[in-house]
């Protein structure tokens, strides 16, 4: 099976192939005396052709044959360039996408093509017998009955020149059962006379009787040899005065790695996703009995857990470099569709994610850059006029963080206006006109539904559907986006993910008598709720964390749920986004590792809920969606807006 | 220790599968692009085999292989060439021209590698 990131090459070499197909036909239009135009379009069809037969596209290969077999015609001098030879070419180049796609010919296009191609030409064109792979097996004669034969063979002319390496032949003569191996070196001239490019020594060995003549010839394939085979009829007496040449086989190295199918991982990550939940059930069941035993057991059965867990965690990791020939085309596509140079620099191509990650991120980061080239990047006269060089940049990077990964798109275009933005969102309706938003967060408003600040829509981006979507994805991959702007020099957009989806960690906590599972990655500490600490403004609570104003969300009124009794009560503070919330709960209950199951579809609109766990004494704790909660808890008036008085600082990136 | 093989084709998908291939089968694997940066490559550092592209730009093959051979550095290198030519008078030129093996195209993995082991070692 053929990998796909080779694929991905290939289809890049195909794009760059048919360009330059393109060009030459074209250039050949206006000069067909040149030669070197020529050959350029058929080395460009020879390798085309090439790679399709390496690649199993065996009906563009064949396509792309007559082809060819036409421009050599015209190569070798037999034919003529006539503007109909480029016409017809030009329309045979068409159809190689779709080959490539596997596109059926219903018409009889194809063939028709070819043919006018070669009417044109003068001269029908015989389609060449397909390169043979090998030369046909012999029929299995054996040279000798049963008891085997002597291989005598000496290396002929310049060997050593031309790097041929005897002890490899004795390899694979030794591979085929070869024994009494013995030097003759009767032929070796004396020292004024010796060349050291050639191989005077003459070797014979004993070969078993299921070696065949032509599995000797396999052996010299390539090598420039003069041997003889004669079958014996009984055992040679070993020569007792020469030792045999040590030829033991190498053993042949065991791969370092093996394909998969990914359904199989799957399975696996499912089996070690129960196989997490049995152990928490066996570890709190050891606690209850108290048996030193079993409490040793099942303290052993948690580190294997978690030592299986991980490894099969990184059997599912991928690199980047999978996905980045998909985002090369698209920018180049992109640039010259918008006639806007660009240079696009990746790196971290070999930052690993979780598979399922990875597939769904390429949707998101294709969006993220055609918007970096749209509105970011100006066009060459533009950043010309603003001291710009006229080749814009855009990188994409990738970089694992602790239990994330970060990817960042980045241009050096021309950033955005926080005052555009505002005014923009006004207009819409989105924010009111005095409403007091840092510029971080007047960035992030581009992640509104329907916003876009583009003047005109273009086919590359703009119709102001898309960053939501972007958002929605990132998010409900446990991810967050942020965005990091400053006009005239660039933006970049962070993402941050978690490393996988499977399995996270957790802070349980009870509200209500319920337990729900916060995911540990948004939790950033957690405090008391002191009356005092407590800060009434307009809009809603606030608590002074170390003088900053964090609003805070009590959830038991987010759940309707009752009110806990008095006491003691104790804040989450969490990150949901690129601001900071406290979540009040009733109490906390410890940190744990749960799997994460989905919801049943009949709960798929539930927001808030992001899945289930099932905890160690076999109950469910729901996962709270920390950012969803927060924006119920704002739509239902329980939760104010971030702090005006002490602005979140937008990481820098 | 690892053997260094220079992968001379100016088609990056070839070079690809060559250098996937053998990587996989621990040899190193570095590449050129055609006959001319093959032999800079070939004669700047020590490879122990090159597999070299017939139909290339800037240099083919065969003159590729004759140039590496009047170099020093180039005697002795075990050089394989791909062709989609499988006529004997092409191996007669290979051969001639001081190629230690050939394969026809289109081959696949398993094919590359077993003639990699056989001409490399």
């Not at chain 1, 939501?468 to 409900?476: C, F, G, K, P, S």
């Not at chain 1, 990655?521 to 809009?539: A, D, F, M, T």
Request: with cysteine.
């Amino acid at each position: 099976m053929i990998p796909a990131d080779l694929l991905q090459t290939f289809q890049d070499e195909l794009r760059d192939l048919l360009e330059s197909l393109d060009r030459g036909l074209l250039d050949l239009r206006g000069a067909p005396q040149d030669g070197a135009l020529v050959a350029q379009v058929f080395r460009d069809l020879h390798t085309i052709k090439g790679n399709a037969a390496m690649f199993g596209l065996s009906d563009l290969s064949d396509f792309v044959h007559g082809f060819e077999t036409a421009f050599d015609r015209i190569r070798s001098g037999a034919a003529e360039v006539t503007p109909e030879v480029i016409r017809l070419s030009l329309l045979a180049r068409d159809e190689i996408p779709g080959l490539v796609a596997g596109q059926p010919d219903t018409e009889g296009r194809r063939p028709a093509i070819i043919a006018a191609l070669e009417a044109e030409l003068g001269r029908a064109l015989r389609r060449d017998e397909d390169v043979a792979e090998a030369p046909a097996e012999e029929a299995p004669a054996p040279v000798a009955q049963a008891v085997g034969s002597v291989l005598t063979f000496s290396l002929q002319g310049r060997a050593f020149e031309t790097g041929q390496k005897p002890e490899l032949l004795i390899r694979e003569l030794a591979a085929l059962g070869a024994t009494d191996l013995k030097a003759d070196l009767s032929d070796l001239p004396g020292p004024e006379s010796l060349d050291p490019a050639q191989c005077h020594i003459r070797w014979t060995c004993r070969l078993p009787a299921t070696v065949r003549r032509s599995d000797v010839e396999e052996v010299f394939l390539f090598a420039d040899v003069s041997w003889d085979l004669v079958p014996v009829a009984a055992p040679a007496a070993p020569v007792p005065d020469v030792p045999p040449y040590a030829s033991e086989p190498e053993p042949e190295p065991v791969a370092a790695t093996i394909r998969v199918p990914a359904a199989r991982l799957d399975a696996l990550m499912d089996s070690v996703g129960e196989l997490v939940i049995v152990e928490a059930r066996l570890t709190e069941l050891a606690r209850q009995s108290s048996d030193p035993a079993l409490l040793a057991t099942a303290e052993q059965i948690t580190r294997l857990a978690a030592g299986l867990r991980d490894t099969t965690m990184t059997m599912r990791m991928v690199p980047m470099r999978t996905l980045v020939g998909r985002f090369r085309r698209l920018v180049s596509e992109a640039a010259d569709a918008l006639q806007k140079p660009v240079q696009f620099t990746i790196e971290g191509e070999e930052t690993e994610f979780d598979k399922t990650l990875i597939e769904k991120l390429a949707d998101p980061i294709v969006h993220l850059l055609r918007n970096a080239i749209d509105h970011g990047i100006e066009l060459p006269g533009t950043r010309e006029a603003a001291g710009k060089p006229t080749m814009g940049n855009i990188w994409l990077s990738a970089e694992q963080a602790g239990t994330e990964v970060l990817v960042r798109i980045r241009d050096d275009g021309r950033g955005m206006n926080p005052a555009t933005l505002r005014a923009k969102a006004v207009a819409m309706g989105l924010i009111g006109a005095d409403a007091a938003l840092t510029d971080a967060q007047l960035c992030n408003l581009i992640f509104e539904p329907g916003f876009s600040t583009a003047g005109t829509i273009t086919q590359i981006s703009g119709r102001g559907v898309g960053m939501d979507v972007v958002r929605r994805t990132i998010e409900a991959l446990r991810g967050t986006i942020t965005l990091d702007t400053a006009e005239g020099q660039g933006t970049t957009v962070t993402l941050r993910l978690p490393l996988t989806l499977a399995i996270i960690d957790g802070l349980l906590i009870e509200v209500a008598g319920e337990r729900y599972t916060l995911p540990m990655e948004c939790v950033q500490e957690i405090v008391e709720l002191p009356v005092e600490r407590q800060v009434q403004r307009s809009g809603g609570e606030f608590l002074d964390i170390r003088g900053q104003f964090v609003p805070f969300i009590r959830l038991h009124k987010v759940l309707d749920c009752a009110a806990p009794a008095a006491g003691r009560q104790n804040v989450v503070v969490t990150k949901a986004g690129e601001e900071k919330v406290g979540i009040v709960v009733d109490h906390i209950l410890g940190t744990n590792q749960v799997v994460i199951k989905q919801m049943s579809k009949l709960h798929r609109g539930v927001t808030a809920v992001s899945g289930a766990s099932i905890l160690g004494d076999g109950g469910v704790a729901l996962i709270l969606d920390v950012a969803q909660a927060v924006a119920l808890a704002r739509r239902r008036g329980l939760a104010a807006d971030p702090s005006p008085q002490k602005p979140m600082t937008t990481e820098a990136a | 220790m690892t053997k260094t093989v220079l992968t001379v084709d100016d088609s990056p998908s070839i070079r690809r599968m060559v250098a996937l291939t053998l990587g996989e089968a621990g040899y190193t694997v570095i590449e050129a692009v055609d006959g001319l940066d093959g032999l800079a490559k070939a004669t700047a550092q020590a490879v122990d085999g090159i597999i070299t592209d017939q139909n290339m730009p800037n240099m083919d093959g065969i003159s590729f292989i004759r140039a590496l051979r009047q170099h020093p550095k180039g005697q002795g290198v075990p050089v394989v060439v791909l062709s989609t030519d499988s006529s004997e008078s092409l191996k007669q030129v290979a051969r001639e021209a001081g190629a230690t093996g050939w394969m026809v195209k289109p081959f696949d993995q398993a094919k590359l590698l077993a003639v990699a082991r056989k001409v490399f070692g």
